[in-house]
């Protein structure tokens, strides 16, 4: 059976049954993760899949959702991922939709009539960390593609009728690109259009790259203060047409829920008053969360 190390998963997938096809990621290079540190990839072999969907699925056989771990299960191909949605499928008859992890270049290796025939056979939301929408950023945090590639690979999932789900890393780029960072990533999803967007703020995990450069002194954290600021700017320069906001994992400075266009008014309003509410640490980050 596949081990836990733990199971990571989006916030939106606590209800979800976790089915961790592969383990860890198979790029695993970004200098501000530590999900899958320690980790080596496997990408498990369509008979033992098998073998965990109908372990699964006889403790849970009225699930409607399920998410497949771990970190680009996308990057497997077009035949093996058609196999194990029709076996979840064969398994789970009130089953509505099947969301995994997805890197922008592991969307881009499949062809627009391979994503349409995934979605028919019901993947339904793609998860992708944008991460930002700057490219000296994305490069200095060996992220492994440009933001160029994951807005075309956003693009054209959705237009194959998949849903996606974007999330960029606050404070990632530090104090000296903290203007860069929001311009960029605003320019990013506006071309992107996602039907969702999440903001988490980045964490400094013991053992990366990103927490040695800041203890070194290389990298200049945000403050409270200033990552608040920061998705102002991003939020200010946002023009979508039909998204879901949400800036509520436990990383971020204060739980947010929005409509985007709808509500872009009343989120700038509420970040307004929590710049001017005094509350914020303007000299340093605050309390680091017990658990991510």
Known sequence: MPANHP?????????????????????NRCTFCGMYKGVRYVRRALDVV??????????????????LADGDVMSRSYEELAQILT??????????????????????????????????????????????GDEAILDQTQKGETAEQMVEAAVRAQAAG????????????????????ALNSARALNRMQPRLLSFLRVIPIAGTRFHSDIEAGTMAQLSEFEVVE????????????????????????????ARLPRD??????????????GTLDESGPGPVPMWL
């Open 87 to 132: 076996h979840l499928h064969r398994r789970l008859p009130a089953l509505s939709r099947v969301n995994v992890y997805a890197n922008g270049s592991s969307i881009l290796a499949k062809p627009d009539a391979e994503l349409r025939a995934l979605r028919e056979r019901g993947l339904h939301t793609l998860y992708m960390g944008l991460e930002s």
């Open 264 to 277: 872009k008014q009343n989120l700038l309003d509420a970040l307004d008053a929590l710049l001017e509410s």
């Open 7 to 27: 199971l990571f998963r989006p916030p939106a997938e606590a209800g979800s049954l976790i089915l961790q096809v592969d383990e860890g990621c198979p790029h």
């Open 230 to 257: 920061e998705l102002r700017a991003i939020v200010a320069g946002l023009d979508l047409a039909r998204t879901v906001f949400r800036a509520n994992h436990s990383s971020n400075i204060v739980p947010l829920e």
């Open 162 to 181: 998949l849903h996606m789900s974007v999330m960029v890393l606050l404070g990632l780029g530090g104090r000296h690109r903290t203007c860069e960072h």
């Open 50 to 67: 098998a073998v965990l969907i109908d372990a699964e699925c006889r403790l849970a056989p009225g699930t409607r959702r399920v998410f």
